[in-house]
């Protein structure tokens, strides 16, 4: 096994954990520690382990609390959760992480959207103005912005827009999704595929047509 592969494990059986513990106890330093949990915690996510990964990243929150990890930790236990279908558990850690970022604010993640998206494609209209508040808060203008960001801010406004009876908002918010949807280059020379709206745009394409009027 490589000097990487021990915090890479895409399986979790009992001598998996045991030797992951193992190499765990003999690293150096809390900020380490918490990184591999981090990290193998995605590699078990990315394979469906989500039970498992919960478990480590748990771990990381009352043993590690490292302020450059916890905002994506508090990410990633919130997809892990959503997959197990423990949405009001999901929708708590993805306030964590938005709060892990107020505190530490050095440290981005895509929190802010993918809250947006599990309550919209959920259609949990009881946090719609709380997701109207944090789109807000952490919408930063400027810079280059990959098309599925693009994508994701412009369609949740145009849910959000719609639920309110805001049409001609809706309208304008689903046509800046739908031309995002369409983009073939990120904007990037060397990476030109890079951020551009994959599988994504298939959850709301219906509505989003709908309310652009096409």
Known sequence: MSKTDWFRRTTWTNADREDFNARLNRSR??????????????????????????ELLDRLFT?????????????QSAESM???????????????????ERDFPNV??????????????RNLTEYYDEV????????????LKFPTIEYRYAAIQALLAD?????????????????????DHSGLQYHPT??????????????????AGS
């Open 29 to 54: 330093g809390a900020g380490s520690k918490a990184r591999y949990l981090r990290i193998q915690a995605g590699h078990l996510a990315d394979a469906g382990e989500h039970a498992a990964a919960i």
């Open 63 to 75: 043993e590690f609390p490292q302020r450059i990890e916890l905002a994506q930790a508090h990410v």
């Open 82 to 100: 959503a997959n197990l279908g423990q949405i009001e558990a999901a929708i708590e850690e993805y306030r964590s992480a938005l709060q892990a």
């Open 108 to 121: 981005r993640t895509n929190a802010w959207l993918d809250f947006g998206w599990l309550v919209v494609e």
């Open 132 to 143: 109207s508040q944090v789109l807000q808060e952490f919408r930063e203008e400027g810079g």
């Open 163 to 183: 639920h309110r009876g805001e049409k001609a908002r809706a309208e304008v918010f689903a046509q800046q999704a739908l031309a995002e949807a369409s983009r």
């Open 194 to 211: 890079v951020g551009l709206v994959g599988s994504e745009r298939n959850t709301f394409a219906n509505r989003l047509r709908t309310l």
